[in-house]
């Protein structure tokens, strides 16, 4: 399943763009708010990466209370930034209704792992773009 709307998510970018350049401020906030959406899904994806990252490097060095402290500082990074990466899919699509565009995150968003298979599809596509 693909729960990232490529074409929903330019068409709303350009529709943002086009509101700042029109001068509507509350655009300018829309504008804003996806940046920093899209930078919060790069986030959980950078957190699992980390999470998973440290965990393998930890097991067989640390032992013990030292490898649970270790396990669980990641853990909560990770839980923090997927609570954020949700809260940010839900409102991405209701910003992009009320341009008038279709969803661009198509999963649920109480989906906790349809959330983060956006986050990586998302931060996937941007890096294949990133040339574009």
């Excluded at 490898?67 to 839980?79: A, G, K, L, M, P």
């Excluded at 661009?104 to 956006?118: S, W």
């Amino acid at each position: 399943m693909v729960y990232f709307d490529q074409e929903q998510y330019l068409a709303l970018e350009a529709a943002i763009k086009r509101a700042v350049l029109a001068g509507d401020a509350d655009a300018v906030e829309d504008l804003d708010f996806l940046k920093k959406a899209v930078l919060s899904f790069a986030n959980y994806f950078y957190a699992v990466n980390e999470e998973q990252i440290e965990t393998r490097f930890a097991k067989g060095v640390f032992k013990g209370t030292e490898f649970q402290e270790i396990v669980s500082h990641f853990d909560q990074t990770r839980h923090v930034a997927h609570e954020q990466a949700i809260v940010n899919a839900r409102m991405l699509n209701r910003i992009a209704s009320a341009y008038g565009i279709k969803d661009v995150f198509l999963g649920d968003p109480l989906n906790r792992r349809e959330v983060g298979h956006f986050c990586g599809e998302i931060c996937g596509w941007i890096f294949e773009n990133r040339y574009a």
